[in-house]
T-cell receptor, first 116, second 116 residues
Framework: EAQVTQNPRYLITVTGKKLTVTCSQN?????MSWYRQDPGLGLRQIYY???????DKGDVPEGYKVSRKEKRNFPLILESPSPNQTSLYFC???????????????FGNGTRLTVT | DQQVKQNSPSLSVQEGRISILNCDYT??????FLWYKKYPAEGPTFLIS?????DKNEDGRFTVFLNKSAKHLSLHIVPSQPGDSAVYFC???????????????FGQGTILTVHP
């Protein structure tokens, strides 16, 4: 089954404790991206990757890191989490251009992160 | 600076009637527009898209209209069904010539409730 898998689904942590949210896709997609969803703000893009070893900042990259060492995986790293990073996070993937009609974004089911 | 705006946080309609969800954008470089639907505890799923060279795209009960001069798009659902109750996000992307190629910008979302 074609899917984007995020882990964990729920995570509670404390300020400053480094964490990684994993994302893996089995569709051989080149494009991958991370979003956070907050009430009243919709989905905001954190980082995206057009291909292996190619990453770029989205609209809200501060406090996050990503890496794309292989095509299927795109982990999101919070080196020193803070309470304002409490959010619902989504990973997504698609063929090269996320807006094209032949390549809609496929989303994972989300990771609910709470930083206390 | 919110480049894609959905000014109605919620919409309530009766089953069988038309649902009209609206979206405005400010970036004239956007050339592709998409609608996503999101159920609770799931990731968003692609619904329908439209290129800037068109002003209308239909897929079954769903039609998206694009008014480039007004920088406005709308999603029409006819007839509405209770299963359509979800959060709807519009999103936009720039073409290959844009400085933000690869970014997909979402609106805040509109909660649609269809009453039986």
């Amino acid at each position: 089954e074609a899917q984007v898998t995020q882990n964990p689904r729920y995570l509670i942590t404390v300020t400053g404790k480094k964490l990684t949210v994993t994302c893996s896709q089995n569709m051989n997609h080149e494009y991958m991206s991370w979003y956070r969803q907050d009430p009243g703000l919709g989905l905001r893009q954190i980082y995206y990757s057009m291909n292996v070893e190619v990453t770029d900042k989205g609209d809200v990259p501060e406090g996050y890191k990503v890496s794309r060492k292989e095509k299927r995986n795109f982990p999101l790293i919070l080196e020193s989490p803070s309470p304002n990073q409490t959010s619902l996070y989504f990973c997504a993937s698609s063929l090269p251009r996320p807006g094209a009609i032949y390549s809609p974004l496929h989303f994972g089911n989300g990771t609910r992160l709470t930083v206390t | 600076d919110q480049q894609v705006k959905q000014n109605s946080p919620s919409l309530s309609v009766q089953e069988g009637r038309i649902s009209i969800l609206n979206c405005d954008y400010t970036n004239s470089m956007f050339d592709y527009f998409l609608w996503y639907k999101k159920y609770p505890a799931e990731g968003p799923t692609f619904l329908i898209s439209i290129s800037s060279i068109k002003d209308k795209n239909e897929d079954g009960r769903f039609t998206v209209f694009l008014n480039k001069s007004a920088k406005h798009l709308s999603l029409h659902i006819v007839p509405s069904q209770p299963g359509d109750s979800a959060v709807y996000f519009c999103a936009a992307s720039e073409g290959a010539g844009g400085t933000s190629y690869g970014k997909l910008t979402f609106g805040q979302g509109t909660i649609l409730t269809v009453h039986p």
